[in-house]
Each structure stands twice: as C-alpha cells, then as structure tokens.
C-alpha cells in the first residue's frame, strides 16, 4: 500500500508526463495539436529545449514540423519572434504545472520544501535538459534582448510565487527568503543538468530546511 507521499510522487509524476511539461518529457516528434500555429510553437519550443536557439535554424523548423517555412511566415514575422512566442508559451505552461504540484503540499512549510521535491521528479524525467529560460539567456549577450527579457519575466514570476509562499509561511522577511530560495532552485536545476545528479534537489531541500529552521 502506497504511504500518502509516494501517491503524492506518482501524480506529480503523471501531471508533468501527461499535461503540463510535455515539451520537456515526451519524445521531440511527438506533436499533440492539429493548429498549425499551435504546431509551429510546439516543434519550436521543443528543439529549442533540445539544441539551443542557434542550433534551430528554419530549414530544421520546416522539416521537423511539417510545416511550409510560407506557413511559419504568416503567424511569426521572423525567427525571433518565433522563438520568443515559443518562450512565452512554456513559461505559462511550466509555471502552471510548477505551481499545480507544489500546491498539493497541505501546510505553507509543506510547500516550501515541496519546491524541491517537485523539482526533483522534474529532473528524472526524460529529456530533461535544464532551464529553458537560463540556458536561452546564455545564447543572448544583450540584457535587453527580447529572450532575456523573456527569461528575466519568467524568473520573476517564480520569485513572486516563492515569496506568496514565505508570506503564507509568516516569514518576517519574506522577499529577502523568497531570493535565498531561488537561488536554490536554480542552483539545483543547473547542478542537475550539468552533473547528472538528481538529488542537487535533495541538497538544495537540506539547505532550505536551515534557511526555515525546519
């Protein structure tokens, strides 16, 4: 008989599998609307997570997507604002499902630490390859770069998100908490990707538990 928080795993698990983080977990090929734009932004998205933004060139979007480069034309007047649209669309998509499976914590302290333990599922599934918005930004040397802007957006949506936590927890600084703990995250997203090691979400859990005397 499953204990409540392995349930909890399984489902974290199956929500990031099968709806919210798919560019992230299922196969590159795998398109799952018939929209053309919807399509376009899919295939996009998806080598981009994959390859990086200049590894994407159109002739592979044409290709990949089975699309006319005509038919990615008429929705996106150029390659960045295609690339952009395909940020903007996994920052919506990835916020909901990190948001989704944190919250399934029952008390404030739960879904502090459960912040990590998300993260973690995130990093065993398949095709995990980091931050889409960190490793994009290291292709983009201009701060003002409409990607980095993107990414910097993306960023502080979790940051807000973070510190509505630490308000709920009734820490005394929650802003400045919010900041130490993001840090974390990102810091284990990265250590996950660049050394294959799952359980940075483990460390940077230990580390937030001295941070909220937990």
Known sequence: ????????NDLSKNLLTKENDRSTVR?????T?????????????????????????????VKTAGVSRKSIYRYFANKEELTVAA?????????HW????VDQAETPADRLLNLFTVLKAWFASEGFRGCAFINTSGETGDPSDPVRLVAKDHKQKLLDYVCELCTEHGATDPETLAKQLLILIDGAITVALVMGDHSAADNAQCMARKLLDL
């Open 33 to 61: 609307s018939n929209d053309t734009r919807d399509i376009i932004l899919d295939v996009t998205e998806k080598l981009i997570y994959k390859s990086g933004i200049a590894a994407t060139g159109m002739d592979l979007l």
């Open 87 to 95: 940020l903007q669309r996994r920052d919506v998509r990835w916020m």
């Open 1 to 8: 008989m499953h204990s409540h928080a392995e349930r909890g």
């Open 27 to 31: 196969h590159m090929n795998e398109i």
């Open 98 to 101: 990190y948001r989704s499976e």
